[in-house]
């Protein structure tokens, strides 16, 4: 009997580590997606170089990520909203901004 509770506890604490070892896997995966996503985004539509700032976490609907552009004849930096909606994978970017 007590080999059995032994055993039953090894097996839930072995598979609480594995969750949490994949959940950071998990979360560098979607951060992963979201830069790619942002990036490709930005690339069609012709945004230019643009250098994306992940969200860690994002919300609990959307991966998130500021698109940040150099100015190059500007004096600011330009910045756009990206968000990767979690349930269909699609991205929208939102207008430019500039950062003082």
Do not use: H
């Amino acid at each position: 009997m007590m080999l059995r509770i032994g055993l039953a506890v090894a097996i839930g604490l072995g598979a609480m580590t594995s969750a949490f070892a994949s959940s950071g896997d998990a979360w560098q995966a979607m951060r992963d997606k979201v830069r790619a996503g942002c990036l490709a985004k930005a690339r069609s539509m012709r945004l230019g170089k643009v250098d994306a700032n992940v969200d860690p976490f994002g919300t609990q609907n959307y991966g998130t990520a500021i698109l940040i552009k150099g100015g190059t004849s500007r004096k600011s930096d330009l910045a756009y909203v990206c968000v990767m909606d979690k349930k269909t994978g699609e991205f929208e970017v939102g207008g430019e901004m500039t950062l003082r």
